[in-house]
């Protein structure tokens, strides 16, 4: 059949007749009455595209919504299905045109490339048959070869939907402006362009070649000094050394070898199929297994196809990065001047890569769903990260619109400038101190360029979650006295390292749990490994030099946890003392408010530190038991909400009660209408993004703070429904900036 298959793509004819074609070649071959090959179109739906066998008139006409009869679920699944009698299966859906129900048994298999699924092959016969193992292996060998034939443009009409132009992808803001520039793939894929075997032993032996070839350089990377060592590192890449001698993988490329493919599309191949086993599966243990899996399969395509990856390669001017999903290291690794956008599949507006997104200022689209199913390398990409939106290949009209989108943003931003070094005051001259949020040195310029306070919350996790290895003490000394030598006069908090949850260090060891977010992470794990809590305190301490230092604990649930850490504290302190070291002029210790169960212990909490920062990312998590970083739940909550509200002006009603400085360093400071109802239940402080600092300082300098101030609490005694909306139209009233 391959052979069939191969010199119908060698005829000088038009992708159509070339289906036609096949579609004729596989029915013969499986002995199968109808052979139909549907493929996946720009709304999702999937198109009978070829047929042997159903109405030729249904060709282009019967169309299939996602996830719609038995073809829809081979497509959600992306693995095949097999049923002596398809009609009984509930999925089943009839479609009279296609005149289909004279046949019994349905075959179909996903066509698939690179994990996506494009489009899908289908054999129908009128009897009730069960197709055999070695049947639904030879269609899905077929559908892999018509996938490639697809994605290199030897099927014109299959082809022009997936590159069709003009297309717009809707996601989620998680980093604003616009930005248009051009495609790299952060995990490029790797193409296989030669399928079908010309010489099968030559095939087996280029496989088992570069198979010797993996396994050395894996030997290679456990040598090395810095992996050698024993550790988490290690056993996990022993893990994986064990994997590139996994009999069964290399069985199963073997048995795709001998069927006729190359070694590479062997490859490819059983790497889809397990991607397809796995997909349907959450196992933790199972997608650990197949993510090493995958990785040896991409360096194996890399090795036989002679392809390397986009790491270190020479990037276009106007690079946007395009991931499922990313960690805020990775994003980093990039040269951040050819960097105009970042467009994900995942990602929530909490989530780090976001925060790193914006800190970099560079505009980010997360939840776009599929758009690595519609963008390749070097396609052309529009990216509206104001209307969370993506412009897959856009028009001229389109690119010369957001020309004019990226103009009008640099007037504003000309305004913000404008203002920069005005005060944050009111209109009844309230003054609100802007604070930003920083994690890393290239965060400093900000400073200046925004006319930030000072630093509201500066991440220290932030050094250790780039880095490949612990950062050790004289590293941490050296970043915060940058960091310090970089504020001058002005206040910076440091908060302790904020480590597990959604912020993961490669090289720590750490158990598997359930729930990360609710786990042995921040505080807990700095009293539990107080080496850890000592050294940063050691390295703040010390990169002080006399000057003062602001430290402030996150995750803290109970007050009793204060007392154990200023414990660690004093014994620093002393040791420095000891050795003769100059203690900074004054310590401050803070802690942030981000666990509900604090909120019931404030009258405790407060006389024991001297200020409290309230984490609205977390606070939010907890209070909704909705996970920040889960997609599905993370935007069901509004912020503008009463309960929010409400614990919020119980935090800072307090906090005014014992005179205990008070300020908000969530995402939600960033967003000039959240801001406002800060400052409408009180807070004179707050710490967000740099890029909003000019957003927010406009609308507090267009705000009456008193006015405000009696709106909110008239909507918080009415427990007002609609609180945003309610926001809105007094912004509106009495013309607030938001
Ligand atoms: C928060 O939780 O609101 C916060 C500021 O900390 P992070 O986002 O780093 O968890
Ligand atoms: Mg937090």
Redesign the pocket.
């Known amino acids: 059949m391959l052979r069939r298959l191969r010199e119908t793509m060698a005829l000088q004819e038009g992708g159509e007749v070339k289906l036609a074609r096949i579609v004729v070649d596989i029915a013969a071959n499986m002995v199968a009455e109808v052979c139909s090959i549907y493929v996946r179109r720009r709304d999702e739906s999937m198109e009978l595209a070829a047929t042997e066998g159903l109405n030729p008139e249904a060709v282009h006409n019967t169309h299939l919504a996602r996830g719609e009869g038995l073809v829809g679920l081979v497509a959600m699944r992306a693995e095949a299905v097999n049923l002596p009698e398809a009609r009984e299966h509930p999925s089943f859906s009839y479609r009279p045109e296609t005149g289909e129900e004279v046949f019994h048994s349905f075959l179909g298999v996903p066509i698939q490339r690179q994990g996506r699924v494009i489009g899908v092959l289908t054999v129908q016969n009128r009897t009730q048959r069960h197709y055999m193992e070695e049947e639904v292996e030879a269609l899905q060998i077929v559908a892999m070869v018509l996938a490639e034939m697809i994605a290199s443009d030897q099927l014109g009409s299959a082809q022009a939907v997936s590159r069709s132009a003009g297309q717009v992808v809707r996601g989620v803001s998680l980093s604003d402006g616009v930005a248009h520039g051009h495609v790299v793939l952060h995990v490029p894929r790797v193409a296989v362009d030669t399928l079908i075997a010309d010489d099968i032993e030559h095939e087996t032996r280029r496989l088992a070649d570069a198979i010797e070839r993996l396994r050395a350089t894996i030997d290679d990377m456990l040598s090395r000094g810095d992996v050698a060592r024993a550790g988490e590192h290690r056993d996990v890449l022993e893990a994986y050394r064990m994997f590139a001698h996994d009999r069964g993988w290399i069985r199963r490329m073997n048995e795709a070898v001998a069927t006729g493919l190359t070694a590479e599309a062997a490859v490819a191949k059983v790497q889809n199929d397990t991607r397809a086993r796995v997909v349907n599966h959450t196992a933790p243990f199972l997608r650990e297994r197949f993510n090493d899996l995958n990785d040896l399969s991409n360096r194996l395509l890399r090795m036989l196809t002679g392809r390397s990856t986009a790491v270190g390669e020479e990037l276009p001017d106007d690079t946007v990065l395009v991931a499922h999903s990313m960690g805020p290291a990775e994003l980093l690794d990039y040269d951040q001047e050819k960097i105009r956008a970042l467009i994900l599949e995942e990602g929530g507006h ?1 989530s780090h890569v976001a ?1 790193v997104a914006r800190a970099l200022g560079v505009p980010a689209v997360g939840q776009a769903d599929g758009i690595l199913n519609r963008l390749d390398t070097s396609d052309p990409v529009v990216v509206d990260a104001e209307a969370g939106e993506v412009h897959v290949r856009p028009s001229p009209d389109i690119v010369s619109g957001y020309k004019d989108k990226e103009r009008l943003k640099a007037q504003r931003e000309a305004r913000y400038a404008k203002i920069k070094n005005r005060a944050a005051r009111t209109k009844d001259g309230v003054e609100i101190e802007l604070h930003m949020n920083a994690g890393l040195l290239v965060d400093l310029p900000y400073l200046r360029e925004t006319g930030a306070a000072g630093i509201g ?1 500066f ?1 220290t996790e932030f050094q250790f979650m780039i880095a490949s290895t612990f950062p050790r003490p004289d590293e941490q000394q050296k970043m915060y006295a940058e960091v310090l030598d970089a504020v001058g006069d002005k206040p910076v908090v440091f908060r302790s390292l ?1 480590i597990g949850g959604d912020k993961v260090l490669p090289y720590l060891r750490s158990s598997h749990e359930e729930n990360p977010a609710l786990g042995w992470r921040a505080i807990r794990m700095a009293l539990d490994r107080p080496a850890l809590l000592r050294t940063q305190f050691r390295a703040l301490m010390r990169a002080a030099q006399g000057r003062e230092v602001r430290v402030m604990l ?1 995750m803290v649930s109970d007050v009793s946890e204060i007392q154990a850490a200023r414990e660690l504290i004093d014994k620093e302190v002393r040791h420095m003392v000891l050795h003769g070291y100059t203690l900074p002029k004054r310590l401050q210790l803070g802690v ?1 408010i ?1 666990v509900p169960a604090l909120v019931w212990q404030l009258d405790r909490l407060f006389p024991l530190v001297d200020f409290v920062s309230v ?5 939010l998590q907890f209070l909704f038991a909705a996970d920040r970083t889960n997609l599905q739940v993370a935007q069901r909550f509004d912020p503008l909400s009463y309960p929010v509200l409400r614990v919020l002006d119980e935090i800072a009603r307090k906090a005014r009660e014992h005179e205990v400085p008070v300020t908000l ?3 939600m400071a960033g967003s000039p209408i959240e801001a406002m109802a800060l400052v409408g239940i009180g807070f004179r402080s707050i710490s967000m993004a740099p890029s909003s600092i000019g957003p927010v300082k406009a609308m507090i300098r267009s705000l009456d703070s008193s006015t405000v101030e009696q709106l909110l609490k008239d909507a918080l005694s009415a427990e007002i429904d609609d609180m945003r909306k309610h926001l809105e139209g007094f912004a509106a009233k009495y013309d607030v900036e938001i």
């Open positions: 909490a925060i919350l991440r904020d996150p942030m981000e984490g609205s990312n977390d606070l360093c969530g995402e």
